[in-house]
Structures are given as structure tokens and as C-alpha cells.
């Protein structure tokens, strides 16, 4: 499976409710995200709404990182969508998760741009947890 | 089924490759899109890059709306993320659809925050042609 880009869609469930209320601390951890995955940030705007929720986006040469955040629930959706081989998704994920320390989390990946035929595409990689387990089993 | 928001992720293949790197042009109908869909914009940031592509996201009062094109391969991705039960994202599919024109399109719908039990969540619809197919059959 190659594809262009590759979209975590990942929604934090249990989150603490003052984080994900306070725009600085959001703004600070997402554009943290964007650099540990090694992308390049072209923009990031962010906002709070009355009374409450953060949304903000990471505009970043490889595609965009977004959040937004219902602190009344401790619930945060985060989108990380990357292209390209050197910047990896699931650091951002990982980062992210110690950040904002969730209770629960689920997660869908979804390939974009699939149907293209070019050496710019990139092989489908397992997250993380996957691939240990494969080395594991060639051990 | 019951979710806090909708999240169209739809591969537009085939679209006018001068389109695609315009980024006036781009941001006009993404920006047009969310007007459609009766989405409240809060900010719109679109960058083109050198040699080519366009991204760009329109945050908006209901989560986001994003595009990342590839003239090259007259391929963009498109995310179409609504809350609430006042936007549509399906009206601004079918505009930038119309926009846009791609020879074809590719769409999954992710339901964002689906294990919050709350008035605040929103019950899932089907998209129009399914809409439409469901009321002949009862006609």
C-alpha cells in the first residue's frame, strides 16, 4: 500500500479539562508535536472560545496537525496528517499523549491519495506497537 | 449512532492543475465551501509552495475545513470537519465538488468524540443520494 500522505485521526478521551482550556499550553504542545515528528512549521493559528474549547491548527509543509478540545468533556480531536518519508506521525502522537495525558484513546489511520502511481508516494509503515511486535516475532 | 462531529475525508482526483495551484482561487471556494455549509469562519490561512501546491485551512466556530493540493497529479485532499447540527459538510462537498470539478472522488466519514454521552451530540446522517434513496423508499 503506498499513498501520498498518511491522517491519525485520534480522538483523547479523559484529558485534564484545565489543559485543554488554556490556548497558550495547546498552541505550545501542538507546535512541540509538529517539531517532534521533524516537520516543518509553515503557521499555526489557535483559539478559545467563549465559554469554553481550543481549536488550533499546525500548518506544516508536510500537511497540517489540528485540534479541538471540549474541556467540558476532557475530550480533545486531534488530526495528524503528514506526507512525505521524514516526518513521522506517530511521534507527534506519542508526544502528544504524554502532553495531554488521556485516559482513553482511540485512533483510526487513514491513507491519502492512494490511487496515485509516482515515486513520490510512501510505503505504508505499521504504528509503532506493530512494528516491535514484528521484530519480536524475527527474533 | 450519536457523535460530537462529523469528519468527511475525500480524495479529489483529476481537477484542473491551474485550479489546484492558485491560491487565491483556492482559498475563494474553500472559504465559499464553509459559507455553504453555514459554518461561522473564525480565521483562513492558505500558503502556496514552491515549485507547486496550495494548503490551506478554514477554522470555523463548528472545527475545520483543510486542503492540500498537488497539481501535479491534479490531486487534492480534502477534510471537511462540522459540529453541531446547523452545518451541513455535505453542502460543501457538493460545492467544492462543483468547484473543483474532479474527473473522481474518494470519501469516508469518521465520527469524531462517539463515546460522550451528551445532549450536546449530534445523531448521524446518511449523506444526500443515501438520504434521498432512504425517503423514495418510503414514499
Not at 481549536?55 to 478540545?69: C, D, R
Not at 502522537?93 to 492512494?114: D, H, M, V, Y
Request: charged share 25%; proline share 4%; with cysteine.
Amino acid at each position: 500500500m503506498r499513498a501520498l500522505g498518511f491522517h491519525l485521526l485520534t480522538e483523547f478521551y479523559g484529558c485534564d479539562r484545565g489543559i485543554l482550556n488554556n490556548v497558550r499550553k495547546i498552541k505550545s504542545v501542538m507546535d512541540d508535536a509538529a517539531i517532534a515528528s521533524g516537520a516543518s512549521i509553515v503557521e499555526s493559528i489557535f483559539h478559545r472560545f467563549n465559554p469554553h474549547g481550543v481549536s488550533g491548527v499546525v500548518v506544516i509543509a508536510e500537511s497540517h496537525l489540528a485540534i479541538h478540545t471540549w474541556p467540558e468533556y476532557g475530550y480533545a480531536a486531534v488530526d495528524l496528517f503528514t506526507c512525505g518519508k521524514d516526518v513521522d506521525r506517530w511521534k507527534a502522537f506519542e508526544f502528544l499523549k504524554r502532553c495531554l495525558a488521556p485516559e482513553a484513546t482511540s485512533t483510526k489511520e487513514i491513507l491519502r491519495g492512494e490511487n496515485l502511481r509516482d515515486q513520490n508516494t510512501v510505503e505504508y509503515g505499521p504504528p509503532p506497537a506493530k512494528r516491535e511486535q514484528t521484530a519480536r516475532e524475527h527474533l
